[in-house]
């Protein structure tokens, strides 16, 4: 069974720092491409960044080009969203996501997607 464990969600003032974790399980980690996607109250599911596990390439969103960083411990199968100068506006749920034919596409497309966490709630007060 595939499993995608968020955690390290919470409360940050604006400017601050958080890092997110998602431990996965149940298929080949290194032949898949995972990443982070979001939702903002009352907006709709975005990707933000991915990172192919085999190659290390990595995809940012435009929105957080330059602040956050993908990056995975292949030997944890885990993979971490690191997040500096948070601002309000990245206030959302983030869900840890996996694309396991490695193909990437799940990063621009929510369909190609296989497999998705249960989500951890970033909040940055202003």
């Known amino acids: 069974e595939v499993q995608l464990v968020e955690s390290g969600g919470g409360l940050v003032q604006a400017g601050g720092s958080l890092r997110l974790s998602c431990a996965a399980s149940g298929f080949t980690f290194d032949g898949a491409v995972l990443g982070w996607f979001r939702q903002a109250p009352g907006k709709e599911r975005d990707g933000v960044s991915c990172i192919n596990i085999k190659d290390g390439s990595t995809y940012y969103a435009d929105s957080v080009q330059g602040r956050f960083t993908i990056s995975s411990d292949n030997a944890k199968n885990t993979v971490y969203l690191q997040m500096n100068s948070l601002k309000p506006e990245d206030t959302a749920v983030y869900y840890c996501?996996?694309?396991?034919?490695?193909?990437?596409?799940?990063?621009?497309?929510?369909?190609?997607?296989?497999?998705w966490g249960q989500g951890t709630l970033v909040t940055v007060s202003s």
């Open positions: 996501v996996a694309d396991l034919s490695g193909s990437g596409y799940g990063c621009y497309d929510q369909s190609a997607l296989d497999a």
